[in-house]
């Protein structure tokens, strides 16, 4: 079956089809993986470290929202109670699988002590414009089919500079780690979680993302950032 007959197969009857930026990216990496990733359940399995993630864009993102819209910053105690909560949620949700060896509240220490990191190290140094940003944008495949097709994406931050920030975790040292992340990475090396979650600005690896970023903000507003 070759690309074209998967496609069909997947969006057959669908008038419109929404791809998003990190489906596309997907794709690009490796075709079989967004294949199963389209016809599996929803409800996937994630890692201990997914979780985490989740957490901490979840209370980073609380965190610049109101900063944003009230001016107001809120406590460090405050956002790491947020991150604590949500993943609460998500081991409560049944999907979070843990590996051998693996200690939820050693990796909940490493979290914690990231965001606190954050929040009183970089956070103070950015000025928020917005905030989980949602776009959607039409694209033109072929004008002689009626089904329509449309890219999503949403930026976890663009701040008042147009810097696009893209809050990452993962299990795995990058390469090209921004200047104000490396400190993060060796205060998560510090801690006794088996798999230290690293924070840190868009680096050479991802610069599809940012294209791909920028193509949707320039849609939305009308001007390059």
Known sequence: ????EVLTQIYQGEDNIHLSK????TFDDCPQRWYFERTLPNERAIGVAGAIGIAYHDAVG?????LRDTGEIMPVEKVVERFDLTLNDQMASGRVLLEEGESIEAERTNGQRLVKYYVERVAPTIKPLHVELSITMPIVVDESISTKFFLTGRIDLVDQNGRIIDHKTTSRTPGNVHPEYKALMKEG???EAKKAPLFYFPSARNRFEMAVYR???RHEFGAPL
Not at 62 to 66: A, E, L, M, P
């Open 1 to 4: 079956m070759n690309a074209n």
């Open 22 to 25: 990190s489906q596309v990216g």
């Open 62 to 66: 609380t965190y610049f929202t109101q």
């Open 189 to 191: 090396k510090k801690t």
């Open 215 to 217: 193509l949707l903000l």
